[in-house]
């Protein structure tokens, strides 16, 4: 059971990227999926996460408008559209299972990504 990041990179101010989440040895839509990040020296923070089954969706105000989480369960992928990146998102990101209830923020569970690099510099 785990779940696998990709997608991540070196991006400019205002460019995009796309995270993606697989998940193996159980179906994405069976567990409610969040991504969080950690930047260099600061506390990890939940960015994002949908719910399940009911596909309920929160973010940080910090991403609302620019980026959105979706689920593409013939995929068995969760994913991160990131549009208009600032320096300020630069981080490692990581999927994580999390609290099926979603609408107050994104609770981690036991099962976590490795993480992807995600750098937004000019």
């Known amino acids: 059971v785990q779940l696998v990041e990709s997608g991540g990179g070196l991006v400019q101010p205002g460019g995009s990227l796309r995270l993606s989440c697989v998940a193996s040895?159980?179906?994405?839509?069976?567990?409610?999926i969040g991504w969080f990040r950690q930047a260099s020296g600061k506390e990890r923070e939940g960015v994002s996460c949908?719910?399940?089954?009911?596909?309920?969706?929160y973010y940080t105000e910090a991403v609302k408008g620019r980026f959105t989480i979706s689920r593409d369960a013939a995929k068995n992928t969760v994913y991160l559209q990131m549009n208009s990146l600032k320096p300020e998102d630069t981080a490692i990101y990581y999927c994580?299972?999390?609290?099926?209830?979603?609408?107050?923020?994104?609770?981690?569970?036991?099962?976590w990504g490795q993480g992807a690099q995600v750098t937004v510099s000019a």
């Open positions: 949908i719910g399940s089954p009911d596909g309920d969706i």
């Open positions: 040895g159980f179906t994405s839509d069976e567990y409610a």
């Open positions: 994580a299972t999390v609290h099926p209830i979603v609408l107050f923020g994104c609770k981690a569970l036991n099962i």
